[in-house]
């Protein structure tokens, strides 16, 4: 098989990753292509996908927005042209606090940036905070976090990062932080699991042999390491949904999504009539 038409193969496998869910990062479809077993786990075979679908977007065989860059995004002053305007933009953004009547607090804490579209989209219906850490958080960030949290109490986070040396250790690191500012919340890692990478048959990693850590995490669990990016995107998906469900009273939630409505067309009525 030559070149020409590898390529060809990983385009048309890109499209079907990115048919059943986008936008996505290059990084997650050429995981996504991994686990689907189109293409090997290698440096070399990444590059190959990120420029097959730079191919594919200027030739019209992917459209651009379903590749997503989360790093580079511009920076621009939001501005509207009169209050009517104004007035859609904060129907959209006003929410009421949920949190008021719930039997406890939920945060949902990732560490990689590429998949946090997907995290974004489904705890927005749900009020829950997203955290993003990129790889290990910032003592600032964690300082903040046990402000929010106070000491803990009723408080769950939710956290979803990589199954390897490193990610196992940044979840339990979380505690040890967090418990340095007197603050101790409860503390699920909700993916990736060692019964994730078994269930799934997910394409593993060798373990990084300048990994620190490496030696404890290989004799506990074996020479396996899984990104989070290779869980398919549905399974991802239901997981959050479900973690988050659990843990809300779903009849006080509709009681203030119904409460928000009517606070909304009010917002409307009285900023359309200042216009």
């Given at each position: 098989?030559?070149?020409?038409?590898?390529?060809?193969?990983?385009?048309?496998?890109?499209?079907?990753?990115?048919?059943?869910?986008?936008?996505?990062?290059?990084?997650?479809?050429?995981?996504?292509?991994?686990?689907?077993?189109?293409?090997?786990?290698?440096?070399?075979?990444?590059?190959?996908?990120?420029?097959?679908?730079?191919?594919?977007?200027?030739?019209?065989?992917?459209?651009?927005?379903?590749?997503?860059?989360?790093?580079?995004?511009?920076?621009?002053?939001?501005?509207?042209?009169?209050?009517?305007?104004?007035?859609?933009?904060?129907?959209?953004?006003?929410?009421?606090?949920?949190?008021?009547?719930?039997?406890g607090y939920v945060e949902c804490w990732l560490e990689k940036d590429?998949?946090?579209?997907?995290?974004?989209?489904?705890?927005?219906?749900?009020?829950?905070?997203?955290?993003?850490?990129?790889?290990?958080?910032?003592?600032?960030?964690?300082?903040?976090?046990?402000?929010?949290?106070?000491?803990?109490?009723?408080?769950?986070?939710?956290?979803?990062?990589?199954?390897?040396?490193?990610?196992?250790?940044?979840?339990?690191?979380?505690?040890?932080?967090?418990?340095?500012?007197?603050?101790?919340?409860?503390?699920?890692?909700?993916?990736?699991?060692?019964?994730?990478?078994?269930?799934?048959?997910?394409?593993?990693?060798?373990?990084?042999?300048?990994?620190?850590?490496?030696?404890?995490?290989?004799?506990?669990?074996?020479?396996?390491?899984?990104?989070?990016?290779?869980?398919?995107?549905?399974?991802?998906?239901?997981?959050?949904?479900?973690?988050?469900?659990?843990?809300?009273?779903?009849?006080?939630?509709?009681?203030?999504?119904?409460?928000?409505?009517?606070?909304?067309?009010?917002?409307?009525?009285?900023?359309?009539?200042?216009?």
């Amino acid at each position: 098989m030559g070149k020409h038409a590898k390529t060809l193969m990983i385009i048309e496998e890109a499209k079907q990753v990115l048919s059943e869910y986008h936008p996505q990062t290059v990084r997650q479809v050429f995981y996504q292509l991994v686990s689907r077993q189109v293409i090997e786990n290698k440096r070399s075979r990444y590059q190959a996908v990120s420029n097959a679908l730079v191919g594919a977007r200027k030739g019209g065989e992917i459209p651009w927005d379903w590749i997503e860059d989360r790093l580079r995004r511009p920076r621009s002053v939001s501005m509207w042209d009169n209050l009517a305007g104004f007035a859609e933009t904060a129907k959209r953004a006003y929410r009421r606090n949920v949190w008021d009547g719930q039997p406890g607090y939920v945060e949902c804490w990732l560490e990689k940036d590429a998949l946090s579209g997907i995290f974004e989209d489904l705890l927005h219906g749900y009020g829950v905070t997203l955290n993003v850490g990129r790889g290990y958080d910032g003592w600032s960030s964690i300082r903040n976090a046990a402000k929010r949290y106070r000491s803990g109490n009723g408080v769950t986070v939710l956290y979803f990062g990589d199954f390897d040396p490193s990610g196992e250790n940044m979840f339990e690191s979380l505690w040890e932080r967090l418990e340095f500012f007197g603050c101790k919340p409860e503390i699920i890692k909700c993916a990736l699991t060692v019964e994730d990478v078994t269930r799934y048959n997910l394409p593993p990693n060798a373990t990084k042999e300048t990994d620190t850590r490496r030696a404890a995490f290989v004799a506990k669990h074996g020479d396996v390491s899984v990104e989070l990016d290779a869980l398919p995107v549905e399974v991802l998906r239901e997981r959050i949904v479900e973690e988050v469900v659990a843990r809300l009273d779903l009849r006080e939630l509709q009681a203030v999504r119904e409460q928000e409505k009517e606070d909304k067309a009010r917002l409307v009525e009285l900023l359309t009539d200042a216009a």
